[in-house]
């Protein structure tokens, strides 16, 4: 029985030298699975053997997530550079900003002033993880500060829009140098952090503003290449188009201000715009 057991056991280890399917052969495995590919909408394929997900299934969680909202995924943007394209060179005056210097196809969007406080927003926010920049204006939001800590906390950039959304051309250099570093120090108490970035009221300054912008720690005076209103952009150029690198102005703003129609559906129109032509959205404080 055992010269059998032997026999049978030298006979099987030839078979398997003849074709070269030995068990430490790497190219005896079967070859991996290519990880299924996401479907137009975001969805993956099939979920595999034994019912386990498939690859692809956390892009078919970011498709649910966007259709809650009557929206397509965006594409993922680009790397931020390894040096950002607007910098404050030491002691020169600060930059004075429409858009980004790119060729990639990113747009940045802007959120201003905070008078509208709709819960939806922040729950949108969290679902798309789109990025957004709010300029805030302290008589906007004193009433309540902590409707805008989870939008921070969610990663969306807090700026300076002034403590009373005056036009700064208006008023003197203090003046001016009060409206925006007092807000710089309210945001910097209510957010743990002082804003890099500012954006005067109506886009209106001068050079006082630039130099008070200056003394008061910001890196940038950001002003908008289109504004988005109640279902359409407003542009800049003729060609009524996005650029790469433009920036867009928003607002928050609620139903009595958009005809009846809510910040999450103003949002939603903005996105779709964006989409429609060939863009994606990326982190202004990424390129600034």
């Not at 949108?124 to 204006?137: A, E, G, I, R």
Request: proline residues 9%; charged residues 25%; contains cysteine.
């Amino acid at each position: 029985m055992k010269k059998t057991i032997a026999l049978w056991a030298a006979l099987t280890a030839v078979a398997l030298l003849v074709t070269g399917c030995t068990a430490e052969d790497p190219a005896a495995a079967p070859a991996p699975t290519a990880p299924t590919a996401p479907t137009a909408s975001g969805e993956a394929g099939d979920a595999g053997e034994a019912g386990q997900k498939a690859p692809g299934a956390p892009g078919g969680a970011v498709a649910a997530a966007y259709r809650k909202w009557g929206l397509k995924p965006f594409a993922a943007p680009p790397a931020p550079p390894a040096v950002k394209p607007v910098v404050r060179k030491p002691d020169g005056p600060v930059p004075v900003i429409s858009d980004i210097p790119t060729t990639e196809k990113i747009v940045f969007i802007t959120i201003d002033d905070g008078a509208e406080k709709d819960p939806e927003f922040v729950r949108m926010m969290k679902d798309l993880k789109v990025p957004v920049t709010m300029f805030l204006t302290d008589s906007a939001i004193r009433g309540d500060y902590r409707y805008f800590a989870p939008l921070a906390a969610q990663g969306h950039g807090v700026a300076n829009h002034t403590l009373t959304h005056p036009n700064l051309r208006t008023l003197s250099g203090d003046a001016q140098r009060r409206e925006i570093c007092g807000q710089q120090a309210k945001l910097a108490k209510e957010y743990g952090t002082t804003p890099r970035l500012f954006r005067p009221p109506y886009g209106n300054w001068n050079e006082d503003t630039r130099a008070a912008a200056g003394t008061c720690g910001v890196d940038a005076i950001v002003l908008w290449r289109e504004s988005m209103q109640i279902k359409n952009m407003q542009y800049q150029r003729g060609d009524r188009k996005l650029r790469p690198g433009d920036i867009i102005l928003a607002h928050f703003r609620g139903p009595s201000e958009l005809k009846g129609r809510t910040m999450t559906e103003m949002t939603a129109t903005m996105l779709r715009r964006i989409q429609e032509q060939g863009f994606t959205v990326a982190r202004l404080e990424d390129y600034v």
